[in-house]
């Protein structure tokens, strides 16, 4: 028998960082859909002082992804970005095993695409102001605004008041099953609540903290957060 | 419109209750849901949502269906989505055997579709959208459009098209080289930044000659798909046969959202 066995490449790649919001959600897609995969670690933020080239500005990376963002993701079949379009691709592509992130039948999957949206258009504009001013800006050695936090936190407490009356009538949120769709939160909403201390606005929410607590505590993420942020977390499934 | 009867044993006595769509003509999201209807040849009945004087978005019997208040909603036998990129995604994937084929027809087109699709939520929708409602819609809702805004916002935009520039040197339409949900999805707040807020040189200024091809290969569309023809009117016509409330003389509501028939004012509350 030979020592090393043929070297079989990862199916696909992923350009980006993993403390980053947006590679998180493909990275955690992939993770639950048990798919090997290559990171080809890039920062846009410039947080990992490590990385010293900006491959991002690159042309040959803008001639892959023209808005210079991350994560840039490539298979033997495609070339695209745009997280939430990525993980649709994937939990599509790998339907036949795993988790059925985009649901089983029809409705289901429309429930998804409807809820993908609502993190998209209502969910994401409300935090990310938030999170920006109360995590980011100390990451890089600045002082959030608290003009800009404060209508922030008080326009999530409307939607999280919407999510907490769709939670009372189904499990998680585009039926009972978990799905895209709150995998998505999950960067942004583990930022806001154990790094910015503002659990309290889901806590007090007592369906929407149970759906919380359920979708943070589900193995590929606590697993995710161990590997993005070594020095903080580590995996207690290991 | 309820029916008694299943539909998959279709019979000559068995009545198909239509899609059912809730919004409103002036509306940018429900005519992104609205063009995508006509794509696919799917008919509809448009229940009219007021959201300018009579703020049916705000009524209980609204919020139950849609909780954030806005519209549109579909409702299609026991389906009953909102968000309008969700309703258009559903529609284009129920809908794939006839009608335009708006996701391509493979795999990559339609990964292609679902990025351009996200480009267009994520980069496009934020940069034109304050423009649009500054210029265009604030004063149908009886409000005074901010300039500064509307400036700041088109700046914006203007990075955004740079790049689309790029994209269309490449290809013809923004997925490919075939007309798809992502280049639909642009049409309605592009149609009412060129037409009603008067920027057309924003597409054709310049080295733009792509994005004007853009501007050229949507109003196209717009005249293909809002091919009035199919309604039996006449496009000269429509303007003398349209009553207060917008409807042609044999009662069905033109819902051209997107075109200039309709003037610019608040709808009445109508149904």
Request: aromatic fraction near 10%; charged fraction near 25%; hydrophobic fraction near 40%.
């Amino acid at each position: 028998m030979p020592l090393c066995g043929k070297y079989i490449p990862p199916k696909c790649r992923v350009y980006g960082a993993p403390y980053s919001i947006c590679t998180s959600r493909v990275i955690m897609t992939l993770m639950e859909k048990e798919v090997d995969y290559e990171l080809r670690l890039l920062d846009t933020a410039g947080r990992d002082f490590r990385i010293l080239t900006k491959e991002y500005k690159e042309p040959r990376y803008l001639a892959l992804q023209p808005f210079g963002k991350t994560p840039l993701f490539q298979d033997s079949e495609v070339k695209m970005f745009e997280s939430r379009a990525i993980i649709r691709y994937i939990a599509r592509k790998h339907d036949d095993h795993g988790p059925h992130l985009y649901g089983t039948n029809e409705k289901e999957r429309t429930m998804v695409d409807q809820w993908l949206e609502v993190e998209a258009q209502n969910y994401n504009p409300a935090i990310a102001p938030a999170v920006f001013h109360l995590v980011f800006a100390a990451w890089f050695g600045k002082i959030g605004d608290i003009r800009v936090i404060n209508p922030s936190l008080e326009r999530l407490e409307k939607v999280l008041d919407i999510y907490e009356a769709q939670l009372m009538k189904t499990r998680y949120l585009a039926g009972d099953f978990f799905s895209l769709a709150d995998l998505s939160h999950l960067p942004f909403t583990h930022l806001l609540i154990n790094h910015a201390g503002k659990g309290d606005l889901y806590s007090k929410r007592p369906f929407l903290k149970a759906w919380w607590e359920d979708i943070f505590s589900r193995p590929t993420w606590l697993k995710h957060l161990a590997k993005a942020f070594p020095h903080i977390y580590y995996d207690p499934n290991e | 419109m309820s029916c008694e009867h299943d539909h998959d044993m279709a019979t000559a006595s068995s009545v198909v209750p239509k899609v059912k769509l809730f919004g409103a003509p002036y509306s940018t999201c429900t005519s992104r849901v609205i063009m995508c209807l006509m794509e696919k040849q799917v008919d509809y009945d448009l229940q009219v949502v007021d959201i300018a004087k009579t703020q049916d978005h705000k009524k209980p019997e609204f919020l139950a269906m849609q909780p954030f208040g806005m519209i549109p909603v579909l409702q299609d036998k026991d389906i009953q989505v909102f968000e309008s990129r969700a309703i258009v995604r559903y529609i284009a994937r129920k809908h794939e055997g006839h009608g335009t084929p708006l996701y391509g027809t493979s795999e990559k087109d339609r990964a292609m579709v679902e990025q351009w699709l996200e480009v267009e939520a994520q980069n496009y929708n934020p940069a034109i959208a304050p423009a649009v409602w500054h210029l265009v819609h604030a004063p149908l809702f009886g409000q005074q459009g901010d300039p500064a805004i509307a400036a700041t916002s088109l700046q914006k935009l203007e990075k955004v098209l740079d790049v689309y520039e790029g994209v269309l040197s490449k290809s013809k339409y923004l997925a490919g080289d075939f007309f798809s949900l992502a280049d639909l999805s642009h049409i309605p707040f592009t149609h009412y930044l060129i037409n009603d807020g008067g920027k057309a040189q924003l597409i054709s200024a310049g080295d733009r000659k792509q994005g004007c091809s853009v501007c050229n290969m949507m109003s196209l569309k717009v005249v293909k798909t809002y091919d009035l023809q199919k309604f039996r009117v006449n496009v000269g016509d429509v303007v003398a046969q349209l009553d207060p409330e917008g409807r042609a003389s044999d009662g069905r509501l033109i819902v051209d959202s997107i075109s200039r028939v309709i003037p610019k004012r608040p709808c009445s509350g109508f149904q």
